[in-house]
């Protein structure tokens, strides 16, 4: 008896802890720049009014270097992986959902010649 309430805790936990990470999520996050190889560049001037909304009806606006793209979203939870669906060109990217808090969010993206790169952003004002 005990072991199952145990294993019934700890999947209501883990169910809580994955909401929050979506809730966290949804909010506007301006770019701060991006990692690779563990060399963290700013913004440069092209990229300096990026931004990228995350809205709780599962659409998004993102500016990247200067051009609006908008869609829909979705987080995997258990994978922590998120996915942005281009409305235009039905076009997806999936990214690994490295840290979220209500500061700030990093996001991994990885090239098909396996090249990652990390996206910082922190919380818009």
Same mark, same amino acid.
């Given at each position: 008896m005990i072991l199952k309430t145990t294993i019934v805790l700890?999947?209501?936990t883990s169910a809580a802890?994955?909401?929050?990470?979506k809730?966290?999520?949804?909010?506007?996050? %301006?770019y701060s720049g991006n @990692?690779?190889?563990?060399v963290v560049r700013p913004p440069d001037a092209a990229m300096k009014n990026d931004f990228l909304e995350i809205k709780t009806d599962g659409t998004f606006i993102m500016i990247k270097e200067g051009?609006?793209?908008?869609? %829909?979203?979705?987080?995997? @939870?258990k994978a922590a992986i998120i996915t942005f669906t281009n409305l235009k060109t039905k076009k997806t990217m999936s990214y690994n959902?490295?840290?979220v808090d209500d500061k700030q969010l990093v996001m991994e993206y990885q090239t098909p010649d396996l090249v990652r790169t990390?996206?910082?952003?922190?919380?818009?004002q």
């Open positions: 700890l999947l209501l802890f994955a909401q929050s990470k809730e966290a999520l949804i909010k506007k996050w %301006s @990692e690779e190889f563990g051009k609006e793209i908008t869609g %829909s979203w979705m987080l995997n @939870e959902l490295k840290s990390k996206y910082h952003y922190h919380v818009a």
